[in-house]
């Protein structure tokens, strides 16, 4: 099974909300990522754990904070955030290697008012 | 800082024509290179994986060839069916953290 689940589907938030992205896999993947995707324009990478710590954080503002649970949950707690923060965030994980494949999720589709 | 161009950026066929997508980069230091499929509004699918030792790698009718040192990659798609249409999207992998650098993507329509 290579399925990565995300929740919600779809979020709309007021710029003074706080909410959470979940993240799901039971692959036994010890690296986990989210990304960022504007309409028409590919992935961004965000952050990446590896074995649940924080091992890259892209200088995203601290509106967005991640967080690892455990090895087979990540989550994105949003605060204050901004219109422009309006976008589908993925979710991926793999092997915790350099030449692993990295298995995404379905996205979760994000609007700011 | 890694840049990934690929071209063309959309692309329209007849079925049963072979495609050919293209995709450079600027920095050939990469452990790999992932070939993904995105449909709209949708989540990305991997669609291959290159080690950056190998020259090529095969999946059904996908084939994706691997020039490291020149900076580029080629996906190629044989015998197109309406049901390949979707954003083809290339990213080279970095040793840390496995990070991955997207291209922006070709566009593909293959027509019945």
């Known amino acids: 099974d290579t399925e990565v689940t995300q929740t919600p589907k779809h979020l709309v938030m007021g710029m003074t909300n706080k909410k959470s992205l979940k993240c799901e896999q039971h692959?036994?993947?010890?690296?986990m990522y989210w990304y960022k995707q504007k309409a028409k324009k590919p992935p961004e990478l965000m952050f990446v754990?590896?074995?649940?710590?924080?091992?890259i954080n892209e200088s995203v503002p601290s509106r967005f904070s991640p967080e690892c649970p455990n090895s087979s949950l990540l989550n994105l707690h949003l605060h204050a955030l901004q219109p422009e923060d309006s976008a589908l965030y993925l979710c991926?994980?793999?092997?915790?290697?350099?030449?692993?494949?990295?298995?995404f999720g379905p996205g979760t589709r994000l609007t700011v008012l | 800082k890694q840049e990934v161009t690929q071209i063309p950026a959309a692309l329209s066929v007849p079925e049963g024509e072979n495609l050919v997508l293209n995709c450079s980069f600027t920095d050939s230091a990469i452990y790999n290179l992932q070939w993904f499929r995105q449909d709209p509004g949708k989540g990305l699918t991997s669609l291959l994986l290159i080690q950056s030792s190998q020259r090529e790698q095969t999946s059904g009718r996908l084939n994706a060839s691997l020039d490291k040192s020149s900076g580029r990659s080629t996906l190629y798609i044989a015998a197109s069916q309406p049901g390949d249409s979707a954003t083809y999207l290339c990213?080279?992998?970095?040793?840390?953290?496995?990070?991955?650098?997207f291209g922006g993507g070709t566009r593909v329509l293959v027509k019945p």
């Open positions: 991926a994980s793999s092997q915790a290697g350099q030449i692993d494949t990295q298995y």
């Open positions: 990213a080279p992998g970095k040793a840390a953290g496995n990070k991955l650098t």
């Open positions: 754990y590896s074995y649940e710590k924080l091992s």
């Open positions: 692959m036994g993947h010890r690296a």
